[in-house]
């Protein structure tokens, strides 16, 4: 499996966030392959959007969104989860990343039930904490490379049949702007 090349990042934050639908994820851990379907993303970009972390300006935890495009940003949020965004934006905007908020896993399903400690198959990836459970994708993580790292990255998956919009979920301000996108197969 060969990772997605940088040029794929170099896109508009609310394009990258709808051509991340299908692609699939892929964690390496402990020699075993985990992976998943993007199915569900949201976009959040610089100045224009007061959701975003990068609204007003660079700080120490929302660095990687005005750095190289794809790059992790890996951050914590509620005391208690992990969130995985790809660092992705054109010329246009000075920050920018897209949340990962679900996938439809594929490989290594049985280890992503123990990393979540649950038995159910629906609740595995089905939202941006699960999923960073289900992959242990971690603090650790904030920061790497997509393009050149062997343990985590993104390469091609399937071609979605359908999109779909919607707002933004868990945000308070900016909720007029339906950047969250699903897909539908």
């Known amino acids: 499996?060969?990772?997605l090349p940088r040029e794929f990042y170099y896109s508009?934050?609310?394009q990258l966030a709808k051509n991340l639908l299908g692609m699939k994820i892929v964690r390496v851990s402990n020699d075993?392959?985990?992976s998943g379907i993007i199915s569900e993303t949201e976009a959040y970009r610089a100045s224009d959007d007061p959701a975003s972390h990068a609204y007003k300006k660079m700080s120490n935890r929302n660095k990687p969104m005005f750095g190289e495009v794809g790059f992790a940003y890996v951050y914590f949020t509620y005391g208690m989860h992990f969130c995985f965004n790809v660092v992705g934006r054109s010329k246009n905007y000075k920050a920018g990343a897209v949340l990962i908020r679900s996938i439809i896993p594929?490989?290594?399903?049985?280890q992503m039930i123990k990393n979540r400690k649950i038995n159910d198959l629906k609740n595995?990836?089905?939202g941006?904490?699960?999923l960073t459970q289900a992959l242990k994708i971690s603090k650790e993580d904030?920061?790497?490379d997509l393009v050149n790292n062997s343990k985590l990255f993104i390469t091609n998956g399937v071609t979605p049949e359908k999109i779909t919009s919607s707002p933004r979920i868990g945000i308070s301000v900016a909720t007029e702007k339906k950047w969250n996108f699903k897909m539908i197969c």
């Open 1 to 3: 499996m060969k990772s």
């Open 12 to 14: 508009n934050t609310l």
């Open 32 to 34: 075993k392959i985990l």
């Open 106 to 110: 594929v490989d290594g399903i049985d």
């Open 124 to 126: 595995i990836s089905n």
């Open 128 to 130: 941006p904490a699960k």
């Open 142 to 144: 904030n920061g790497v």
